[in-house]
Each structure stands twice: as structure tokens, then as C-alpha cells.
């Protein structure tokens, strides 16, 4: 069954520090993925799309990493702001015909910024 | 801003109403989806609009009827919901329905509170 898992579930940092989430997938035959941020009570906004190929993609103060060996994606933060506040939801794609297919959402971690 | 904009923000109805979620995108894509999010659970999709013609529905029950009159408009029509239907509401937009790595952008979502 195609899963997309994240870990951790919620975080807590301060302002100015790094953090790292985790994203575990087993969605196959794979086409891409992204990582979303969604702030409380709003619609996801893209912050990165990776496909096989690449393994790094950085988005300001965002780097995104791909291993799709491992199948393991991981999203790092530097240097943290309060308005980084927000969920953050793994998106994988499966491949159709060459082409995107269904997306499937992970949970989110939510990560929360204190000052 | 993402070019998708949904109406209402917010809706409170009892469990007797009628009401319906209204969805605009400005982006020219030529699919349009709505997806279900509730708490501590990833986003479901719903429906999948690809040229105003219906290519998914993802087993949800007839109380929520979508309606595309053309490719700019989304609606989804809400009758005789349940209180676990309470959630946040969302609508995406995409070039197309399948193909290369196309984006999903998403509205600001409707969050529904059934009562």
C-alpha cells in the first residue's frame, strides 16, 4: 500500500535555531515530491518539488533532501523564524505512464517557533 | 495568494441544511479537485474535475454532490451532512490532471463546523 509517513509529529524550537523533519515513503512506481507548508487554517502552500534525480533543493531558508534509494526525504529549516509557525505535509506522487499520478499526503509535522 | 480563491471561509450549518462551498481559480488550469482534511488525518481527495468533466470520485457519500459549470468554477453542494463531517474544505487547481510535475495550488480552504 502506498504511504507517506512523517516524523516527528509536532515540534517545539526558538526562534533563530535549526530543525530537520523527516518524510519515509513507500509509494511506488515514485514520480516526484513535494513539501508543503500549511499555516493554521489556511491551504498549502508549495515550498519544493523533487524528482528521481535530484537529491538537494534548497528554497531560502528551506533545503529539501532526496534519497530515493531509501525512499527517505528530509526538510531542513535554518535559522528559524516565528512565521515559520505551520504544518509542514510530505507529498509523493506516483508515476502514470511516465507521468504524475496520485498524490499521497503524509500527516504533516507541525512545527511551532517560539520567540 | 495562489490564484484559487474559496467561499465561504467559514460555515457553520445544522445537520438539516442546505449550503454549498463555492471554489474560483484564475490560473487557466484545466483540472480542479476538492480534498477533505480533518484533524490528525492526511488530506483526502474527493473529486477530480479534469475539463469540467468528473474523472474521480473517491467513494464519498451522495450527501456531498460537486458541480463544475466550467473550468474557472468548483462548487460542492452540501445536504444533510453528519457532525463528523466537520473539517477543513479544501480546493486545488492544476494545469492538468496527469502529466509531468504538474503543481497542485490550493485555496484558502472553508472550514465546515455541522451542528
Known amino acids: 500500500k502506498n504511504q507517506v509517513e512523517q516524523s516527528p509529529q509536532s515540534l517545539i524550537i526558538l526562534e533563530g535555531k535549526n530543525c530537520t523533519l523527516q518524510?519515509?515513503?513507500?509509494?511506488?512506481?515514485?514520480?516526484?515530491l513535494r513539501w508543503y507548508k500549511q499555516d493554521t487554517g489556511r491551504g498549502p502552500v508549495s515550498l519544493t518539488i523533487m524528482t528521481f534525480s535530484e537529491n538537494t533543493k534548497s528554497n531560502g531558508r528551506y533545503t529539501a533532501t532526496l534519497d530515493a534509494d531509501t525512499k527517505q526525504s528530509s526538510l531542513h529549516i535554518t535559522a528559524s523564524q516565528l512565521s515559520d509557525s505551520a504544518s509542514y505535509i510530505c507529498?509523493?506522487?506516483?508515476?502514470?505512464?511516465?507521468?504524475?499520478?496520485?498524490?499521497?499526503f503524509g500527516k504533516g509535522t507541525k512545527l511551532s517557533v517560539k520567540p | 495568494e495562489t490564484g484559487v480563491t474559496q467561499t465561504p471561509r467559514h460555515l457553520v450549518m445544522g445537520m438539516t441544511n442546505k449550503k454549498s462551498l463555492k471554489c474560483e481559480q484564475h490560473l487557466g488550469h484545466n483540472a480542479m479537485y476538492w480534498y477533505k482534511q480533518s484533524a490528525k488525518k492526511p488530506l483526502e481527495l474527493m473529486f477530480v474535475?479534469?475539463?469540467?468533466?468528473?474523472?474521480e470520485n473517491n467513494s464519498v457519500p451522495s450527501r456531498f454532490s460537486p458541480e463544475c459549470p466550467n473550468s474557472s468554477h468548483l462548487f460542492l453542494h452540501l445536504h444533510t451532512l453528519q457532525p463528523e463531517d466537520s473539517a477543513l474544505y479544501l480546493c486545488a487547481s492544476s494545469q492538468d490532471v496527469k502529466g509531468g510535475n504538474t503543481e497542485a495550488f490550493f485555496g484558502q480552504g472553508t472550514r465546515l463546523t455541522v451542528v
Open positions: 507529498v509523493v506522487s506516483e508515476s502514470y505512464g511516465g507521468s504524475q499520478g496520485n498524490l499521497i
Open positions: 518524510c519515509n515513503y513507500t509509494v511506488s512506481p515514485f514520480s516526484n
Open positions: 474535475y479534469s475539463l469540467e468533466e468528473r474523472v
